[in-house]
């Protein structure tokens, strides 16, 4: 008894450790006792120190966050580039929420808990897993409208970054007639900021605009409303209210936000001020005059970037790239600024000057100095990663443009004009060749570089920049005539040697051609000169069917750029200028139907009025069109399928037919398909069919004339027209050999050369499925109590790079003859790769279900890349399988050879997603 007189039992921290002694391990009996204690204990113990943890790290977040002042800001500062290294803090959150659930369940908290996960989860970046969470609390916690509400706020955030903007509209609906019917409503600016999201990423700033002027008058973080009305003002600014988005910059200038952000709003209303007095030269020198007040000092660069912004959009190029030097020079710590920099003056090169070495240069440095988080990041990276095709095409265009012009000009003026293009020419040349002797100079006292002069990557491939080519070439001549010089009648044995000796001796030593005396580095210039302009004098379309073909070559080189801005760098800004520079040059192009068509979707989103422009002229002049039938008829995308599902069955017909030899029934059944369906998008193909077999059955004249007969027809179509080119080719030069065949195709190898016997190679075999690997233990995963569909990370496969990379179609359906689909492929690869590169075809089954046609070996991540944006655009064509019916990925020797099965296969689908 003195032992429990001893204790104070008023003391509140006795008494609950009294009730715990008393209760000992009955606390997870159902009783009202348990529930108030695990109310207490996971209310102000377990959710109060989880969501001051996540808060924490969303301050973190922000902090870290790159914003683009050039751009609508994000409403949110939480979406960075994530890693794959764990984070303690949210392994904390999403402990202590499974703490509630597991041991908590009689708690009122549960739901929070799950609301804890959806948060943790979305900013560890698991945004499929943040999604089910969120939509877990919004369907079982009805009784908990406050809860339900924040939940929704979140998935419109977490759908937003899976780029799911349908669905994240419809939780975005709902919560706004929850939020207007509601009598009570329970943070409804957070519901106007998260709809503010959807809408800057939808395009729909009217809208957006309403948004935050809500959001504004009922939000309660005031630093979030700061923010807010810096994008209230970028959204007056795009919906044409000058007047009020200065009114809103100026309200920020004079608020407490962050100095940089303070800077730039005003920044922009001098811009807005000075465009409405039509006073461009006024604001350049109001920017000048923030440059010598010295609170500035740490934003000197982005002045100088603003000034160079302003010459740049009055086509002042030079005074814009000085003004983006001098930014760049004056970057102390805004690394994201010099970037910005590194960019315009990439994008100048690019476009305006055509440099495009310089232009790769600057597009790295552009990468160098950017974060990853900084919004573009990706369609930038994408850019400088496939600038080579880009400049492919432009030069193309440069090229072509350039004969055209020198063909419709006078033989005088033309004479003249080559002799400067000429003039340039050397010049490039003797710069190549200096560059060359650098490098050579560089690799030779280097211990760790072999690379040879000729590879360096800034020479060129071309005969004439190569200055070891030049020498071979000069080596050749002296064999044959002895030494020469470059002057009228050369052949004459008496003319003197000594010029073209000396000549060649110094390109072979790789000397400069700038430092050679004026003698030697004369003739060097004529001979490079007179080469060059012999080329372009032969290269000259001169005729109607020459022009035609040249136009043809710009056209196809304006729609591919315009292609692969649409589809692969993601910039519908720049694929609108492309397809409507196509549409001004060519305006009669056979490609009509399909530019209005992507004008019409790429329009949709920027601007609504030229959008319906194209979409009516599509409709008006090309009816019958697909492109006008899917816009009138939602159900026609599945007819055409249907359509095609009977086209592809009577395609491989006649392969089937011409696998087994039966020629004369191939030609058969080809003239009467082309017949049924004279337009058909396998047309080129099925006439190829044709040709081979009628190719086991004559000679070479008339089949030669077939294929200029499908080349004539079918011009543009990428998978057989430089098929058929390679052809002729191959027939030009073996044409003796070929013309005394009693028929010009003497075997029937289907995946190879269909000209010599010698050359053909034995089908390939089927290789058979790998044994199944067994699992490896896998590394204790996050513990997250998913509702439905928690998987443990997968250690199966490996991200370890790799020589030996393939490209893959995966065809779900084990049943289906993929012979058809093969040929297609191997047609693919014989126009693109030479037989020793070594690219082939070859299968394998994953399962009962799943058919594999892995193309390789590719010896980079980068080269299989490079394969795939090739083909996938003609995977349509290639494919004689429902277009449902496949799909593609990468993947390393190491991982392929473990896809045993559906189980594997999915698995690695998974990995493939979430890592590539």
């Not at 113990?45 to 994000?74: E, G, M, P, V, W």
């Not at 919906?239 to 309200?251: G, V």
């Not at 000729?454 to 020498?471: E, R």
């Not at 067994?774 to 250690?795: D, G, W």
């Amino acid at each position: 008894m003195k032992y429990y007189r001893a204790i104070n039992i008023k003391h509140p921290v006795t008494i609950l450790l009294l009730c715990c002694l008393l209760a000992g391990c009955s606390l997870e009996k159902q009783t009202g006792f348990n529930r108030y204690m695990q109310n207490v204990t996971a209310h102000y113990n377990i959710i109060f120190n989880a969501n001051n943890l996540l808060q924490q790290k969303q301050d973190i977040y922000a902090a870290s966050f790159i914003d683009n002042y050039n751009q609508f800001l994000r409403v949110y500062q939480d979406t960075i580039f994530h890693t794959p290294t764990p984070d303690k803090e949210l392994d904390a959150v999403i402990a202590k929420a499974n703490t509630i659930i597991s041991v908590k369940e009689q708690s009122h908290y549960v739901g929070d808990a799950y609301m804890l996960l959806a948060k943790a989860n979305y900013l560890y970046g698991n945004y499929f897993v943040a999604d089910e969470f969120a939509n877990y609390v919004i369907k079982n916690y009805t009784d908990k409208p406050e809860l339900q509400q924040q939940a929704r706020n979140w998935r419109v955030r977490t759908l937003l970054n899976l780029h799911q903007l349908p669905l994240a509209k419809l939780v975005s609906d709902t919560n706004l007639t929850v939020i207007f019917y509601a009598k009570k409503k329970y943070d409804e600016g957070s519901v106007y900021a998260a709809r503010l999201q959807y809408d800057l990423d939808a395009g729909d700033y009217k809208h957006a605009e309403d948004m935050a002027q809500r959001a504004i008058k009922t939000i309660d973080d005031n630093k979030l409303r700061r923010r807010l009305t810096f994008i209230l003002a970028q959204l007056q600014e795009q919906n044409h209210k000058p007047t009020e988005a200065a009114a809103s910059y100026s309200r920020v200038v004079s608020s407490n936000a962050v100095f940089e952000m303070a800077f730039n709003a005003e920044l922009n209303r001098i811009r807005i001020q000075d465009t409405q007095n039509g006073r461009h030269v006024s604001r350049i020198d109001r920017l000048r005059g923030l440059l010598k007040n010295d609170i500035n000092k740490d934003f000197i660069d982005q002045i100088y970037f603003q000034i160079g912004e302003l010459y740049l959009a009055d086509g002042k190029l030079d005074d814009a790239v000085k003004n983006y030097r001098l930014s760049i020079k004056n970057s102390k710590r805004n690394q994201n600024q010099k970037a910005l920099d590194y960019l315009r003056l990439a994008d100048i090169s690019f476009k305006n000057k055509g440099d495009y070495a310089g232009a790769k240069k600057l597009y790295d440095s552009t990468l160098l100095n950017l974060a990853p988080t900084y919004p573009g990041y990706r369609a930038i990276q994408l850019k400088a990663n496939n600038l080579q095709l880009l400049a492919e095409q432009l030069r193309i265009i440069g090229h072509e443009d350039t004969l055209q012009q020198l063909a419709g000009l006078h033989e005088t003026a033309r004479a003249a004009k080559l002799d400067v293009l000429a003039k340039q020419h050397v010049a490039d040349v003797k710069a190549a060749a200096l560059l060359s002797t650098q490098s050579a100079f560089t690799n030779a006292n280097s211990p760790t570089s072999s690379v040879s002069t000729a590879s360096t990557p800034n020479a060129s491939t071309f005969y004439f920049y190569n200055v070891n080519s030049l020498s071979a070439g000069f080596s050749d001549f002296k064999r044959k005539w002895g030494n020469r010089k470059l002057e009228d009648n050369w052949r004459r044995a008496n003319r003197a040697n000594s010029d073209i000796t000396n000549n060649s001796q110094n390109i072979t030593n790789q000397i400069d051609p700038s430092v050679l005396p004026k003698k030697d580095q004369k003739s060097t210039d004529d001979l490079i000169a007179a080469t060059y302009k012999q080329q372009l004098v032969q290269s000259l379309p001169l005729t109607p069917q020459t022009i035609a073909q040249s136009n043809v070559r710009v056209y196809n080189a304006y729609f591919t750029i315009a292609n692969f801005y649409r589809d692969i760098l993601e910039d519908p800004k720049e694929a609108i200028l492309t397809y409507e520079t196509l549409l001004k040059r060519f305006p009669d192009g056979s490609e009509k139907p399909a530019i209005y068509y992507n004008l019409y979707r790429l329009y949709s989103d920027i601007d609504q009025t030229k959008s319906d422009y194209y979409k009516d002229l599509l409709l008006k002049t090309y009816p019958e069109t697909p492109f006008a039938k899917v816009i009138l008829d939602p159900d026609y995308g599945r007819k055409m399928n249907d359509k095609d599902a009977e086209l592809n069955s009577l395609y491989n017909n006649i392969y089937d037919l011409y696998a087994q030899k039966k020629y004369t029934d191939v030609i058969t059944n080809a003239d009467q398909l082309l017949q049924q369906y004279p337009n058909n998008k396998l047309a080129a193909q099925i006439a190829y069919l044709r040709a081979m077999a009628a190719g086991h059955n004559e000679k070479l004249l008339p089949f030669r004339a077939d294929l200029y007969n499908i080349l004539n027809q079918y011009p543009n179509d990428l998978l057989i027209a430089p098929l058929i080119n390679q052809h002729l080719t191959y027939i030009d030069a073996n044409q003796e050999e070929l013309a005394a065949r009693p028929v010009v195709l003497v075997g029937n190898d289907i995946y190879d050369s269909p000209f010599a016997q010698s050359l053909i190679v034995p089908k390939l075999a089927v290789v058979e499925p790998p044994k199944p690997v067994t699992k490896q233990a896998a590394a204790p995963a996050k513990q997250t109590a998913t509702p439905q569909n928690a998987a443990p990370t997968n250690t199966l496969y490996s991200l370890r790079d790799s020589s030996r990379y393939y490209f893959v179609v995966n065809v779900a359906t084990g049943t289906t003859n993929l012979s058809s689909s093969r040929f297609g492929i191997g047609q693919f690869n014989r126009a693109n790769f030479a037989p020793e590169a070594g690219i082939k075809h070859q299968l394998k089954d994953a399962g009962d279900n799943n058919q594999l046609i892995f193309v390789g070996v590719f010896h980079s991540l980068a080269a299989v890349k490079e394969y795939a944006r090739a083909i996938i655009p003609l995977m349509p064509q290639i494919m004689k399988v429902p277009a449902d019916k496949y799909s593609f990925f990468v993947i390393t020797q190491e991982n392929l050879d473990k896809l045993a099965d559906k189980k594997t296969l999915d698995s690695y689908i998974d990995f493939y997603q979430k890592n590539y």
